[in-house]
Structure formats: structure tokens, C-alpha cells
């Protein structure tokens, strides 16, 4: 959360440390530790949510611009205004799908135990 300054209630006092500080807080010598933990497949499976989310802020964002220009009558944003739509609907149909390969390889695991 420090890294990417990311806030809430409890960690206000930590994002605006020094890596000094913060390693005084930690009770730390080195942030050596913290870049080993960033090799991890935790940190890696935490970083693309973080990216996740900040790529759907920013869509969101370009989105409401997008159609707004459209709304407006501009011939470039009518045309992204479109393909943004078609993208998006591939996008829902290939996480349906995801979806429900999931949900059939739960049911395969099945072992009909009653607990």
C-alpha cells in the first residue's frame, strides 16, 4: 500500500514516511525483504489486482469521455464509442465462459460426500 500510495484509515502516517522512517517502523535494517517479497507470486497476484482496478478507473474515465463526445455528435468518438461497446461484449462473453468452466470443473471435483 506504501509503494503505491495506496490510503486508507489506518495507514495515513505510513504513506508519508521516509524509507528511513518506515523502517524504523517496521523494526527493519533494509528493505531488502520488501524486494524479495516482490518477487513473490503473492505480490505478483496483489500487484495485477492493484493494476486491475486502476485499468477499470481509467476506462471508466475514458469511457464517459468517449461517449460524451459521441452524445455530442463527433464522428471519431461515435466510431471508439462503438468498438468500445463490441470490445467490451467480447470481453463479457469470454468471462462467461471462464465462468463456467470453472463452475464445470467444481462439479467434476464433486466426490458426492455428505458432511
Sequence with gaps: MRKFQIRSPKNAHILNMTDEEF???ADRKS???FHNWEQT???FELYMKYMKGKMQRDLETVYDIVSEKAKQG????VKLFLQLHK???QLQ???N???NKKQEEVQ???DDLVL
Design 74 to 77: 463527433d464522428e471519431k468518438a
Design 97 to 99: 465462459r471462464t465462468n
Design 87 to 89: 470490445d467490451m461484449n
Design 31 to 33: 528493505m531488502i525483504v
Design 93 to 95: 462473453k469470454a468471462m
Design 108 to 110: 467434476e471435483d464433486d
Design 41 to 43: 507470486d503473492e505480490y
Design 23 to 25: 523502517l524504523k517502523w
